[in-house]
């Protein structure tokens, strides 16, 4: 089905829920004035990005009164937010959640919590083990979290289980400045994205935020990318903005019919070499 | 070929924005900075005004009796062209009566009593206009060392402290410093004649060319020989990269207890904000 979807690309507050919630509230109901049948926040809209210490204190369960409001909120517009989610036994992992008709639909726990550069994100959190698409109202989808999408296994999975959407919740820190017009990390990003897509006959749906947090820009640009790679619509660098695009069928079967990419592609063999590669690991 | 080149458009609006949102969001609308009559006090004053609007920023110029007149007087060209408020406190009197008591101290001792008198007065506008004080140290120097540890290096955030001298020359351009302050020769204007290419042996952008490769690309030393940069530059550019990391650390602390603060007791300054 064609569905609209809206991108909210905010500036969390670092280790703010009350005012992140408000601000996430505000937004969702902006897009559910707008027509819209998807919001998607970045990853951790609702805590900010360099928690460090603060991850156990900010925290919280599925069951906590924030995920009750979210889940109130989804009753008429399906939701995709980040967070920090904790669990009865202490661990706490950078989380998202997909929500609709009230119900928790979905839970994603990013698996690649990057740790090198100006990343520390796995001395602070627990990582998550597996990649699960899942059905919703607008066909199968898959959820990733940021550095997650890095990783080209994590949408192949995805897509080997059949999303047509990848939904990205991102918070991108911006850098790597020189003489071409963007910065370095938005340069990959559209990269990427764009390849994604094509790659996987997929739409992509990223989310970033802006804002400072210690001198570190979060540089924005979300954007919705249609199965052929081409952006359908972004949002601005370096700005809170808010963008929405009509995501349509008839593109994904189009481009499936012109280059189908995902019905060729041979699950077997690639099972097949790579637990060669696993099995042959550790010989020499 | 030089490898520093930047989006200056994109620059300004990444260093105009960090100011803005930095500054507000602690509380505070307002920035302090000392302005020496040169081009990273010159750029910062741009970068402030258009941050947080000029009449929210206030620049005081400090010079010492020995200070080349013509830097208060590009000081002053400076605060006019951006807008910002403009104060003259001269550390001539603070200064002498600290050294009637030593007579004999070098230049180095001189150079750094100036700039942490110049730090106090700073710090102390902070407090009279409820304003941030703006580093305007750069990367080149603090890569060098060539500042004083909480003397001009101490700030309570620094907009240009990820730029290269070179790139400071290309941004000043773009926000149109006033042309006499980007064309003269740095100076840390302590005693006359004073430049700091004469004194470091080496020109910014010779350096800037080399620390750029070795810190941003991490090139090996064989990879920069073949760049074309002398092996004994390298050594002694590596050499005063490692002496002065003191100075750009916290005072290291003892460790005795389980979180002992920036060890294991980690948060963003932007706690709660």
Redesign the interface.
């Given at each position: 089905m064609d569905f609209t979807a809206s991108l909210a690309q905010i500036k969390p507050k670092l280790g703010c829920l009350p005012e992140n919630l408000a601000t996430i509230e505000e937004n969702i109901v902006r897009a559910r004035k707008e027509g819209s049948d998807l919001v998607v926040f970045p990853e951790l809209a609702l805590t900010g990005y360099f928690l460090k210490d603060l991850v156990p204190d900010i925290a919280i369960s599925l069951d906590s009164p924030e995920i009750s409001r979210l889940k109130k909120l989804s009753k008429d517009i399906a939701i995709s937010v980040g967070f920090v989610e904790s669990t009865s036994d202490y661990r706490f992992f950078n989380s998202s959640l997909f929500l609709d008709k009230g119900e928790i639909v979905h839970v994603h726990r990013k698996v690649y919590l990057p740790t090198y550069g100006l990343f520390d994100e796995q001395r602070y959190m627990a990582r998550g083990d597996r990649f699960r698409a899942f059905d919703s109202r607008f066909g199968r989808i898959g959820m990733l979290i940021c550095e997650d999408l890095w990783h080209l296994s994590a949408p192949y999975i995805l897509a080997m289980q059949g999303a047509t959407t990848i939904v990205c919740l991102s918070s991108s820190p911006g850098r790597g400045l020189t003489d071409d017009e963007w910065l370095g990390s938005t340069i990959a990003w559209q990269r990427l994205n764009a390849t994604t897509a094509t790659f996987l006959n997929a739409r992509v749906l990223y989310c970033n935020r802006v804002g400072y947090e210690d001198g570190i820009n979060f540089w924005g640009g979300s954007e919705a990318v249609g199965p052929c790679g081409t952006s359908l619509s972004r949002a601005k660098l370096l700005e809170e903005d808010f963008v929405t695009a009509v995501i349509k069928e008839s593109e994904l079967r189009r481009e499936r019919i012109l280059a189908p990419l995902m019905r060729d592609e041979n699950l077997p063999l690639t099972l097949r070499e790579l637990q060669l590669i696993e099995s042959e690991r550790g010989r020499t | 070929m030089s490898r520093l080149?930047?989006?200056t458009k994109?620059?300004r609006?990444?260093l105009v924005?960090?100011i803005r949102?930095?500054v507000c969001k602690t509380g505070v609308t307002k920035g302090v900075l000392g302005l020496s009559g040169g081009i990273d006090s010159a750029l910062v004053a741009f970068l402030a005004a258009e941050a947080l609007g000029p009449e929210n920023v206030h620049a005081v110029c400090m010079p010492y009796r020995t200070s080349n007149p013509e830097s208060e007087a590009h000081a002053r060209i400076v605060a006019d062209a951006c807008g910002v408020h403009y104060s003259v406190v001269p550390i001539t009197p603070m200064v002498d009566a600290y050294f009637e008591m030593f007579p004999d101290t070098d230049n180095m001792r001189r150079g750094n009593k100036m700039a942490r008198e110049r730090m106090t007065i700073l710090f102390d506008h902070s407090a009279l206009h409820g304003a941030l004080v703006l580093g305007t140290s750069n990367k080149t120097e603090l890569l060098l060392g060539y500042g004083t540890l909480y003397g001009d290096m101490a700030s309570a955030?620094n907009p240009i402290g990820d730029l290269y001298k070179t790139q400071i020359w290309q941004l000043s351009e773009e926000m149109e410093v006033p042309r006499e302050v980007i064309d003269k020769k740095p100076s840390a204007d302590l005693w006359a004649g004073q430049t700091d290419e004469q004194e470091l042996g080496f020109t910014y952008r010779e350096v800037d060319e080399l620390m750029y490769r070795m810190v941003d690309l991490r090139m090996t030393d064989e990879e920069l020989v073949r760049e074309g940069f002398p092996t004994e530059f390298t050594a002694k550019i590596r050499e005063r990269i490692k002496n002065s990391h003191f100075k750009r650390r916290l005072p290291i602390i003892a460790k005795v207890s389980n979180r002992t603060i920036d060890r294991d007791?980690?948060?963003?300054?932007?706690?709660?904000?």
């Open positions: - | 080149l930047v989006n994109l620059l609006k990444i924005d960090f949102e930095e955030l007791f980690r948060y963003s300054r932007d706690w709660g904000k």
